[in-house]
């Protein structure tokens, strides 16, 4: 088992929140309502929206299908994506 295999979601959030911040340093993670989409919060193109899938892919060594980029629309789906895909992507499955 690996370290990221044992995360919390707060060290999964606190992660999400830092490559959030790299793609748009702009954001106050004060004023971050996890649970409305980027996009509604801040000006987050889909170049932001992008970058920020690629970034938490590297972070957290995995690939992140296109198919899955609806449920990183917002902290807090993201947050529960990687914690559900981080077992997977360190077996191979």
Partial sequence: MT???TMTHE???A???EKLLQVAPDIDPDQLDPAVPLRG???FDSM???NFAIALGREFQMD???KDYAELQNLDGAVDYLARNIGDS???E
Wanted: aromatic share 10%.
């Fill in 3 to 5: 370290r990221r295999e």
């Fill in 11 to 13: 060290e999964i959030r």
């Fill in 15 to 17: 992660l999400a929140v």
């Fill in 41 to 43: 919060q801040y000006d």
């Fill in 48 to 50: 932001d929206f992008l």
């Fill in 64 to 66: 992140i299908p296109e």
């Fill in 90 to 92: 360190a077996s191979g």
